[in-house]
């Protein structure tokens, strides 16, 4: 897939995946993955600086914690991360309904203009 096409929906993809309760980094990969049927597959290249990028606009806070041993960093999102979250879901359905308006099936008299 066309990288420039993936351009905001990981960040998305991540915050919905958060959503659910906190979480951690593999658990995240492995949730995307998982719920896309494996169409997105999250490295770690991105994964990280896109947590860190979230964290320092105030969409997710994080916290460490011990499991079995092993030191974790468990995320969830801030009251902004949810906000944020709903607004781009909206514009992500916008999106996907225009294009598909575009390409057919979608019914292309609901879309809104934008001028």
């Given at each position: 897939?066309?990288?420039?096409?993936?351009?905001?929906a990981?960040?998305?993809?991540?915050?919905?995946?958060?959503?659910?309760?906190?979480?951690?980094g593999?658990e995240?990969?492995?949730?995307?993955?998982?719920?896309?049927?494996?169409?997105?597959?999250?490295?770690?290249?991105?994964l990280?600086?896109?947590?860190?990028?979230?964290?320092?606009?105030?969409?997710?806070?994080?916290?460490?914690?011990?499991?079995?041993?092993?030191?974790?960093?468990?995320?969830?999102?801030?009251?902004?991360g949810?906000?944020?979250?709903?607004?781009?879901?909206?514009?992500?359905?916008?999106?996907?309904?225009?294009?598909?308006?575009?390409l057919?099936?979608?019914?292309?008299?609901?879309?809104?203009p934008?001028?």
């Open positions: 897939m066309d990288s420039r096409l993936l351009s905001g990981v960040e998305m993809l991540m915050l919905e995946v958060i959503s659910h309760g906190p979480t951690y593999y995240i990969t492995q949730t995307v993955e998982s719920r896309s049927q494996g169409y997105f597959e999250l490295k770690e290249g991105s990280y600086p896109a947590l860190h990028r979230l964290e320092e606009q105030k969409l997710v806070k994080s916290s460490w914690q011990e499991v079995d041993g092993r030191r974790r960093k468990y995320y969830e999102l801030t009251t902004a949810r906000k944020a979250l709903a607004v781009k879901k909206t514009e992500w359905n916008a999106f996907a309904s225009g294009i598909q308006g575009v057919g099936g979608g019914d292309s008299a609901s879309l809104m934008v001028i």
